[in-house]
């Protein structure tokens, strides 16, 4: 990745030289680059530039992507920040805050996937390599179930919520409903600290009993409730809350 600071003329919106990407030669234009040289040829603020599309009356689409990697350094900072922070730029609204935001949400899921179709979990540590990419970046918490077959093959993953969790929150009834509907043998429960330490709070071990009671009754086991933080994992399984 590229992570060198780019320098931007700030003031450039008083000159009178500014020209459109659109009326740059065809070989200094990142998409006509891209299609004759591959994506790899590209800068990530060219990249960028690709995906914002169109600029403002005095910044093309190539300052307002370098005016983002100057203020958030490097493309995996960028991608962790949420649309009100993209917006925070100058030119970039809304859609082109979107934009970027899905772009980042399919590379970490592309990530997360790892070309496999239904991985099979056998371990904690299974389970860990899928979802650490998924929420690499991530600033707020998010609780997902993810819905086994009997072959501990992923069937679905489901965002159950995101925001600060509690007890009230991730009731039984929002966990266990699409395993029910889905037929699931089992289900993993996974939720990220954004803080990166992944010790389980009082908050966490007491939520994870009372699924865990609830799934009893309901006979759809949970085999591992996993705490993702950075690129470290704590298994409640392993601790013995399971």
Request: aromatic fraction near 6%; glycine fraction near 4%.
């Amino acid at each position: 990745m590229e992570e060198v600071k780019h320098n931007i003329d700030y003031h450039r919106t008083t000159q009178t030289n500014y020209k459109p990407i659109k009326e740059w030669r065809a070989d200094e234009r990142p998409r006509e680059r891209l299609l004759k040289n591959g994506p790899d040829s590209l800068s990530d603020s060219e990249l960028l530039a690709i995906l914002i599309s169109t600029g403002t009356k005095n910044l093309s689409a190539l300052d307002l992507a370098k005016l983002l990697l100057d203020k958030f350094q490097n493309l995996r900072e960028l991608a962790s920040r949420d649309i009100s922070e993209l917006k925070s730029i100058k030119g970039i609204g809304l859609a082109k805050a979107i934009t970027l935001s899905a772009a980042f949400e399919i590379s970490r899921r592309i990530q997360a996937s790892g070309f496999v179709e239904n991985p099979m979990f056998r371990s904690p540590q299974d389970v860990a390599n899928y979802f650490i990419p998924l929420l690499r970046g991530v600033k707020q918490e998010r609780f997902y179930i993810a819905l086994l077959n009997s072959s501990n093959r992923i069937t679905r993953i489901h965002l159950v919520t995101e925001g600060t969790l509690n007890a009230s929150l991730v009731h039984p009834r929002e966990v266990f409903r699409l395993a029910i509907t889905e037929s699931a043998a089992s289900i993993i429960l996974i939720h990220n600290h954004p803080s990166g330490n992944p010790t389980p709070s009082n908050e966490d071990i007491t939520m994870t009993k009372k699924l865990v009671q609830a799934s009893k009754y309901i006979d759809i086991p949970i085999l591992d409730h996993l705490i993702i933080a950075g690129d470290q994992f704590t298994s409640l399984a392993q601790l013995g809350h399971i």
